[in-house]
């Protein structure tokens, strides 16, 4: 069964602006989209033409390096704009739903908010944050068109087993999209739940360049998913989503040699985490490290608002999660360079000294 027997119906029936670069591709005489037949000032790369709305060279590397063939991937600006296509996709105002697990990432609810889609919230186990599929299952209404998965989650650095993820898609087929945020993914050494694209139609996966690909700037993210589905969210976009520069810059960070740095990276991120979480365990303004599959570490502090002014009077930045469910007197720290981690640390001892 396809997941499109769960879109909005007006979205399936609405017919997309059609833009003169989709009605036609490059022509030698370009007289059909009134941009300008010169150069743009300034710059050296040709962008006075409006650019391909998917390109080929992009879909490609993504395609590649998510290991999907690229009619399942929809380039994006940021993942994030994937979570807002879905929404609008699937949740009609005050009738459909979407499920979240807090404390989770803030834009599903964001989201939904904008869109006045109801939110049901099934909380994480509140000693490990693990995602109980089962209790989640019983506790969804029918009203429920998108749960969003984060796993590895943020803030909590918890990672998703793949076999809770197919139990929530093969149980939810027909009724809702499973949809798993994988912006940490790269940093939790476990396979990516695109792998079983091919089993579950209602199943997404959103990846982005954001995190450990460091192009956070480009503002390019990733939704993988059935081709059907891709071609539905195509509807919805914006007709030239994906500005020049930054496709180049991400083809050209792409290539095997950006692969490798980012391997090389990944696997320092790993070894940092590490040897921070070991750190830190270690000292008195700390009561518990949670374990983290994500780039960054979960700190649960005696007193986190001394802490965060302390880091601040210091000139380093940390993120205060203590609003979220669970995470009160919580700090999530980021994992830098080795460099970075060990000033981040030497300023914890510091602060431990002045009291
Ligand atoms: C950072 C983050 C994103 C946002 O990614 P963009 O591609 O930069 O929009 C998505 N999901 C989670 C869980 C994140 O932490």
């Known amino acids: 069964m396809s997941a499109l027997s769960l879109a909005r119906t007006n979205v399936l029936a609405l017919s997309p602006y059609s833009s003169a670069r989709m009605e036609s591709g490059p022509a030698?005489?370009?007289?059909?989209a009134n941009e300008s037949p010169w150069p743009s000032p300034g710059v050296a790369l040709e962008l006075n033409r409006y650019p391909d709305p998917q390109p080929a060279a992009l879909l490609e590397r993504l395609a590649h390096i998510y290991d999907v063939p690229a009619a399942r991937v929809l380039a994006v600006r940021g993942s994030d704009e994937a979570i807002d296509l879905l929404v609008r996709a699937f949740c009609r105002p005050g009738i459909d739903s979407i499920a979240i697990s807090p404390p989770t990432f803030g834009m599903y609810e964001v989201c939904a908010g904008i869109q006045g889609a109801v939110i049901e919230?099934?909380?994480l186990a509140t000693d490990d944050f693990s995602l109980d599929a089962d209790a989640m299952l019983a506790a969804l209404s029918s009203?429920?068109?998108?749960?969003?998965?984060?796993s590895p989650n943020n803030p909590t650095g918890s990672l998703v087993p793949l076999a809770t993820i197919e139990h929530l898609a093969g149980a939810l087929a027909g009724r809702a999209l499973v949809v798993v945020d994988e912006a940490y993914i790269e940093f939790a050494e476990s396979d990516s739940a695109a792998k079983l694209l091919d089993r579950y139609s209602n199943l997404g996966v959103l990846r982005t360049l954001s995190k450990a690909w460091a192009l956070a700037g480009v503002r390019i993210g990733t939704l993988l998913a059935a081709p059907e589905l891709i071609t539905l969210l195509r509807r919805i976009m914006p007709p030239y989503p994906l500005a020049t520069?930054?496709?180049?810059?991400?083809?050209a960070a792409l290539d095997v040699d950006g692969e490798r740095l980012t391997g090389e990276r990944v696997a320092t991120t790993i070894a940092e985490r590490e040897r921070l979480a070991a750190a830190l365990s270690t000292l008195s303004s700390v009561r518990k490290v949670y374990p983290s599959r994500a780039n960054f570490l979960t700190v649960h502090l005696h007193d986190a608002s001394?802490?965060?002014r302390g880091l601040s009077a210091q000139g380093i930045a940390v993120r205060d999660v203590g609003r979220h469910p669970g995470l009160r007197g919580?700090?999530?720290?980021?994992?830098?360079?080795?460099?970075?981690?060990?000033?981040?640390?030497e300023a914890l001892r510091r602060i431990a000294e002045a009291a």
Do not use: K, Q, Y
């Open 143 to 150: 009203a429920v068109r998108v749960v969003f998965v984060c």
């Open 306 to 308: 001394h802490i965060l």
């Open 330 to 345: 919580c700090l999530r720290f980021t994992i830098g360079t080795p460099e970075e981690n060990s000033r981040l640390l």
């Open 245 to 251: 520069p930054c496709v180049e810059i991400a083809v």
């Open 28 to 32: 030698p005489l370009m007289l059909n």
């Open 121 to 123: 919230s099934v909380p």
